[in-house]
């Protein structure tokens, strides 16, 4: 079967954040190609493209959203921008406790835009929405989750969302009390290439699952700045840790999913390669071993000058499947299985409204029509244990068993 020779470069939507603003300001109430078949491939893309075209003819099933933030959020930008976009979207009510970013709001959200809020509480009370965005500084996210739920809502909120493990714990056991989901902002999983991944390993493509490789690396240049050093993202106490809670988090939540198989054992080394006055780390390798026996390692660093690398490489029974995909490289994949098609076979992407974006759509149409999430609370909390059972062992130098969600 013929093979893609063109590199399609999807457009991805960039998610900024502010480090230069001070932290602490939040206060919150205290309560506890291609592939050899085409067919397939088109099938695909058109699946993940035709969800706004439904939704956009299903009107009748809006729904309001509050978004919690502050200025020094990550992401906040370009949450507004998701919000303003996405489907079945009735208004946005957005609660920033300095009211600094209400304008950037309003003028993003236009016509979405309800109100501005100081208070938690009053906008959960006047607003009622069904879904509630949390994105605040780490140490800020608990106590405006925890509200979020009390009131009703469904949270969809931005890693870190906690601290320590403990804490997001206590918010997957009252979300289980509530009834409703908490979704960690996992939004590679959204990918066309993340599913197709999922998709050829579910099929048996490259076998039986033996091992992986992971690498997250962007660059060292943002650490040097005085701003950074300053922020909330340079602080253990407020961020519960650095580039591995921070980026390589969604790596180790993607390869769960894409392998159907939680990780039971991991270890691992942090450290502070770039001598950076930051309390948190800017390099982690971490290695681990799946449930079925699978053993995988993941390089999460600040490395470079400029730019970012990745790189998911599975090697299975029957073959392998390869993905660059922050650099938007097609899934490539070569399968040794019997009738299989010769050669190395290719997959191009076209993540056209960015993950971010489609992984909103896909959160906000879960409410509306009841559909699954895509990702659940456990799974949300899975990924938080796997993260915090790696920052233990590199404390104690021992290898951890990562506790089932």
Request: aromatic share 8%.
């Amino acid at each position: 079967m013929p093979r893609s020779t063109q590199n399609h470069v999807p457009r991805v939507t960039e998610m900024t954040q502010s480090p230069s603003y001070p932290s602490g300001c939040l206060r919150f109430p205290k309560i506890s190609r291609r592939s050899c078949l085409s067919e397939s491939a088109a099938v695909l893309t058109a699946s993940v493209f035709s969800r706004f075209a439904v939704a956009e003819s299903d009107n009748e099933k809006l729904i309001n959203i509050g978004l919690i933030t502050e200025p020094s959020a990550s992401h906040r930008s370009g949450y507004l921008d998701v919000l303003a976009s996405c489907s079945g979207v009735r208004s946005v009510s957005v609660v920033d406790p300095t009211e600094d970013t209400i304008d950037d709001a309003k003028r993003r959200l236009g016509d979405r835009f309800n109100r501005g809020f100081r208070d938690v509480q009053q906008m959960l009370a006047t607003a009622r929405p069904e879904l509630t965005v949390v994105t605040t500084e780490g140490h800020n996210a608990p106590a405006a989750v925890t509200a979020a739920l009390q009131a009703g809502c469904h949270v969809l909120t931005e890693k870190p969302s906690c601290t320590k493990l403990e804490q997001f714990e206590q918010l997957a056991r009252l979300a289980e009390q509530k009834k409703r989901h908490v979704m960690l902002a996992m939004a590679t999983r959204s990918s066309g290439a993340i599913k197709k991944a999922k998709q050829l390993i579910a099929d048996g493509v490259i076998g039986k699952p033996y091992s992986v490789h992971l690498l997250w690396v962007a660059d060292q240049t943002r650490l040097t700045k005085p701003a950074y050093h300053q922020s909330w993202l340079a602080d253990r106490e407020r961020a519960g840790g650095g580039k591995l809670i921070y980026h390589g988090v969604h790596y180790l939540d993607v390869i769960q999913h894409l392998l159907d198989e939680p990780i039971r054992e991991i270890n691992g080394f942090t450290q502070n390669v770039g001598g950076q006055p930051i309390e948190v780390e800017d390099s982690a390798v971490v290695s681990f071993r799946f449930a079925k026996g699978a053993t995988g390692t993941l390089n999460a660093g600040y490395y470079l000058g400029s730019g970012k690398q990745s790189a998911i490489r599975i090697w299975g029974s029957h073959g392998w499947l390869k993905l660059e995909h922050i650099e938007r490289h097609p899934l490539r994949w070569r399968s040794t299985r019997p009738g299989a098609p010769e050669g190395i076979q290719e997959f191009d992407y076209a993540d056209e409204s960015g993950w971010y974006e489609l992984f909103f759509q896909d959160a906000i149409n879960s409410i509306r029509r009841g559909s699954p999430p895509p990702i659940t609370t456990r799974e949300s909390l899975r990924v938080l244990r796997t993260v915090f059972s790696a920052y233990k062992a590199v404390e104690t130098g021992r290898t951890q068993t990562v506790e089932p969600a």
